[in-house]
């Protein structure tokens, strides 16, 4: 049976997909500009739990600190120039906190897709605060979509906020898709594009999951893979794939 998933088709990626710097405040607003109704992004701990937006372990690609991101007080990731690496004109972006992250949302009337990614060693613990955090952060609006690609931390998000929806990230094949699936209790599988064809979209979408698939950058591909019957494209060309596309 097919769980509530009130989505649009289009996702920009890391807010402002690869036209402002990834997981910033900055980046959303662009996601906002471009006239797209939900991003994604990636959430991780601090050392001292205060959660924050990153994509990489490390700080070293995307500010212009080094070294392990969850092994930092919040108060010294505060300080660090999250936008400089992009472009110069970006230099005052700082690592957004959730909860304005949350905020930023709120105004521009975007649903989030929050990936837990969390510090290695630290899978359950980030899953858990993270589905406390969006729990609160969120409440009154559609509910925030949660991934990831660890079971670990949806099992804890599970657990923690069972009402938010969960969708499992896969970067590869599994055969038992159904039964990981169906022990977090996921609304909806999010598939690196390369995995599918017809058949298999057809037998995901037969199980009663919702099918999001992530990154597709090619809008011939996006048509094809929405004939299929994927339900969301996450896209990093916000400007081409747009939320009318
Ligand atoms: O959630 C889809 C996509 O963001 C997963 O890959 O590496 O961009 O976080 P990545
Ligand atoms: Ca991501």
């Not at 080094?66 to 505060?78: C, D």
């Not at 936008?83 to 009337?109: D, I, K």
């Not at 996921?186 to 690196?192: A, G, K």
């Amino acid at each position: 049976m097919n769980k509530e998933w009130p989505y649009p088709r289009i996702v920009a990626h890391r807010g402002g997909g690869k036209l402002a710097p990834e997981n910033t405040l900055a980046a959303i607003d662009t996601g906002a500009r471009y006239g797209h109704t939900m991003i994604e992004f990636d959430a991780k701990l601090s050392r001292d739990e205060h959660i924050f937006l990153l994509h990489d372990d490390t700080l070293d690609r995307t500010s212009n600190g080094w070294g392990i991101a969850g092994e930092m007080p919040w108060h010294q990731l505060a300080q660090l120039d999250a936008g400089g690496w992009f472009s110069s004109a970006f230099s005052n972006e700082r690592l957004p906190l959730l909860e304005a992250v949350a905020a930023r949302c709120r105004q521009h009337h975007l649903m989030a897709n929050i990936e837990i990614k969390p510090t290695t060693g630290y899978e359950a613990q980030t899953g858990k605060a993270i589905a406390l955090a969006a729990r609160e952060l969120w409440q009154g609006e559609t509910a925030p979509l949660l991934s990831s690609f660890s079971v670990v931390a949806l099992e804890a998000a599970r657990q923690a906020a069972p009402e938010l929806p969960r969708g499992l990230l896969l970067d590869e094949w599994h055969e038992d898709w159904q039964a990981m699936t169906r022990a977090l209790d996921c609304v909806s599988v999010h598939l690196n594009h390369r995995l599918l064809d017809a058949e298999r979209t057809a037998a995901i979408k037969q199980a009663g999951l919702r099918i999001l698939v992530y990154t597709v950058n090619q809008p011939e591909r996006a048509r094809t893979l929405l004939e299929w019957g994927v339900d969301a494209i996450c896209t990093d060309r916000i400007d081409i794939i747009g939320p009318d596309f």
